[in-house]
Structures are given as C-alpha cells and as structure tokens.
C-alpha cells in the first residue's frame, strides 16, 4: 500500500501532473523515495521539465542534492534535458541551501582535521604529480594549462604577487615568467618546503617564501596587486574564511584567484558552488568573472592511473577571476 503511494508519486512527478502531486504528499507519500532505478520524484520531475512539479517537491522536503546510481542530480537531470525552468528552481534551492547548512562542502569534513593531518604525513613527488599517503593526489601536471592562466591572470598588474599553496610549482613557475616585483609563497608542508629550497626557490631574487599554514602567518603578509589561492587538505570553509581577509590583502585594482575545483565530480554541484562563491565575494565587495577553459583533452583515462579520487570530472574549467567592485565599475 506504501509502496503503490511511491509508484504513485513517481508516476505523478514524471507526468508533471501537479493536482495529483500535491493529494499524494498531503496523504503522506514519502518525496524521498528512490524508485528501483535509483530516482527520485524530484529527479523525474527535472527530467521531464515540470518546474512547479519541482518546486512542490522541494517545498515539501524533497532533497535538492540526492544523486541517482549514475551520480546525477535532479538539477543534472534538468541540465542534461535543457529545462531552463526546473533548473533554475534547483539552482536556487542548491545555492540557498548551502548557504544555510553547507551541506556538500562539510560531508567530507566530518572526521576532524583534515588539514593537520595531511600536514603531519608525508607525500611522494614525481614528474606528473604530487601524492599523499592515502594515494589522493595533493597535485598533478594535468592542471599546467590552468595555473598558467591563473598566473596570467593574476600578474596582469604586475607588481606584487601572492601565491598560497606551492604544490607542483606550477603556478609560481609561471608567475616568475612574468617578473613580478615581489613574489611571496606561502606552503604549510614541511616536505613541499624543503622541495623548494632544494629547487632553488630560496635564492630567486623576488621571492619571498612564508613556511606555515597561511591561517597561521596571516600577520606576515602585505598587500598585493594579484592573489592566488590553491590549498590542500581544506574545504569551502577554509576559503571562505581566507576571503574574508581580501579586503586587506588585495591593493585597490587588485586581482584575486582561486583554484575553482569546487564539486569538480558533479556538473551540477559545481554551478551552485560557483554561483554561491560568486554571492559570497560579492558580498565582500567583488565581483567574479568566470572564464571557460576547456580541459577534456589536458585528461585522458591514464592520468588518473594509481590516483584514488578523481578530482575534476567536467570538460569545462570556469577560472575566477575577481576585482573589487568599485574598480570594475
Ligand atoms: C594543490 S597544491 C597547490 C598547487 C599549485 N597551485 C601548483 O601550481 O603547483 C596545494 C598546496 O597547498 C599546501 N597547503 C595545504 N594547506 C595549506 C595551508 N593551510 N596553508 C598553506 N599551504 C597549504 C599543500 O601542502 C600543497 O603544497
């Protein structure tokens, strides 16, 4: 009997016929239920292109960010179909609720600190990427093309630069290229620090190197005419505080940048989070361009050889590119 008000509202949701949506919600069908495909109402919905079929759903609970066997949402349903209605109502229900709960970024962040104890465990070097112990890759060459246009990016004013998080010394490769005046790295792991000392990092004229967790040498810094951020280990949070520090860190006309890998694995969590760090910035005081960059061919199957997440999965990389709004007006 359960069962059949299920099938039932699946039927509905999947026939956008709302009148019958709303009698078998109000009769206590259940709008989490995943169906023997592994869908939900919701996703049905989206599918189908029914917005206020949508809107019902998550209105009456239905989670926004549930994902089908195929690791799609209803909001990647709706994308994938073109239904520009539906997907809006999703985007904004994604934004909204992240705003509020932060629900994907803290998923992971659950078991303490993640960031201390990669700090704390050693990581492998090799000529295409940077690994930990738990064979997550910290960095990996793949990513050339990008750092090399965030450099550009953020060196377009030349000056002073910052750049957080070493890594591969992709970035800051890059950055030199562009001879700024001053050239500051922070790097928090002991062994990516060495690395760099014995690369010769140390002696080059315009650098400054800063060893420790930026939250930690905060008092160290100046002011800079372009900032890039690129860490390990942390999470939106962790950015999301740092940002809260551009206002003092950026010199007026500055540039500020981002590694943008936010939800890299799903299309459509990656739209609510680069809309939601564009809100965010905004209301700090900047505004963000995102320019597309495609990558499909900078990743072939091979790259992700002996790698245990995938990070990026999308054929598109949107680089931030942010300034404060009273020098872009
Ligand atoms: C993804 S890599 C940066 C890659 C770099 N953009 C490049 O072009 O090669 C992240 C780096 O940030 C460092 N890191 C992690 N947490 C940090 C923190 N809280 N403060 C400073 N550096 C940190 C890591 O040790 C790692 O070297």
Known sequence: ???????????????????????????GADVTYFDGEGLTPLMHAARNGY?????????SGAPWNALSPSNLSAGDFAMENGHQSAFDILLNAGIQAELILGTIARKDNADGKPNRDYLEDRVTFSEDKVMDTKSKAVMMAWERPLMEAHAKAICSRGGHILNVGFGMGLVDTAIQQYAPVSHTIIEAHPEVYDRMLRTGWGEKENVKIVFGRWQDVLSQLESYDGI????YGEYYEDMREFHQYLPRLLKPGGIYSFFNGLCGGNPFFHVVYCQLVALELENLGYSTQLIPLPVKECLGEETWEGVKHKYWQLDTYYLPVCQSIDDAD
């Open 1 to 27: 009997m359960e069962e059949n008000k299920q099938e039932s509202l699946r039927e509905a949701a999947r026939d956008g016929d709302l009148g019958r949506v709303k009698s078998l919600i109000a009769s």
């Open 51 to 59: 917005p206020e079929v949508v809107k019902m759903l998550l209105d």
């Open 228 to 231: 890039f951020f690129d860490t």
